[in-house]
T-cell receptor, first 113, second 115 residues
Framework: SQQGEEDPQALSIQEGENATMNCSYK?????LQWYRQNSGRGLVHLIL?????REKHSGRLRVTLDTSKKSSSLLITASRAADTASYFC?????????????FGKGTLLTVNP | NAGVMQNPRHLVRRRGQEARLRCSPM?????VYWYRQLPEEGLKFMVY????????ESGMPKERFSAEFPKEGPSILRIQQVVRGDSAAYFC?????????????FGSGTRLTVV
């Protein structure tokens, strides 16, 4: 399957530190997206990176994509307690069903004040 | 813009009953997607609909599950004769069109509990 897999499964850091989460996938993609989910809530889209892009920034977020290794990383700089959430990567096929996102199981990030 | 609206937020059904989950996409969005999230799991694609059309239902269980997106009104995910294994969070997402250019906007989900 093309399932994305996040690593680590759980990450606990202190406020102000940086948090790095990784995602690996198996097949060719059109784009890769990162989402945040607060406990018991819906998903919030954070950032989308296309297969021909290598790096993208949005505020305190930095996403990299290495298509040769089929991996991506999400870096959150200067973390805050409000960043505590689960983070999911999702991949969109490069083929016909590119609307269909395949999600990993997520990384649970805890930022301690 | 109220975003993607799902209701109810929580739904409890006894085994054998029917569950109806509703999703109103963002204004201007004509594409709706339903995903299911089991405990400790990522989201799994169920179905993709446009107005009055099911585009891809490859993620839907063959039995008991159906979805519609009528010309007027919200999209409905219907689960007949629910079983305990149907307990999950069901999320709806919408997009204005080509998902290649946009990330999805998700609703807050409906948490179905079958007792």
């Amino acid at each position: 399957s093309q399932q994305g897999e996040e690593d680590p499964q759980a990450l606990s850091i202190q406020e102000g530190e940086n948090a790095t989460m990784n995602c690996s996938y198996k097949t060719s993609i059109n784009n890769l997206q990162w989402y945040r989910q607060n406990s018991g809530r819906g998903l919030v889209h954070l950032i989308l990176i296309r297969s021909n892009e290598r790096e993208k920034h949005s505020g305190r977020l930095r996403v990299t994509l290495d298509t040769s290794k089929k991996s991506s990383s999400l870096l959150i700089t200067a973390s805050r307690a409000a960043d505590t959430a689960s983070y999911f990567c999702a991949t969109a096929f490069s083929g016909g069903s590119n609307y269909k996102l395949t999600f990993g199981k997520g990384t649970l990030l805890t930022v301690n004040p | 813009n109220a975003g993607v609206m799902q209701n109810p937020r929580h739904l409890v059904r006894r085994r054998g009953q029917e569950a109806r989950l509703r999703c109103s996409p963002m204004k201007g969005h004509s594409h709706v997607y339903w995903y299911r999230q089991l405990p400790e799991e990522g989201l799994k694609f169920m179905v993709y609909l446009q107005k009055e059309n099911i585009i891809d239902e490859s993620g839907m269980p063959k039995e008991r599950f159906s979805a519609e997106f009528p010309k007027e009104g919200p999209s409905i995910l219907r689960i007949q004769q629910v079983v305990r294994g149907d307990s999950a969070a069901y999320f709806c997402a919408s997009s204005p069109g080509d998902s290649l250019a946009y990330g999805y906007t998700f609703g807050s989900g409906t948490r179905l509990t079958v007792v």
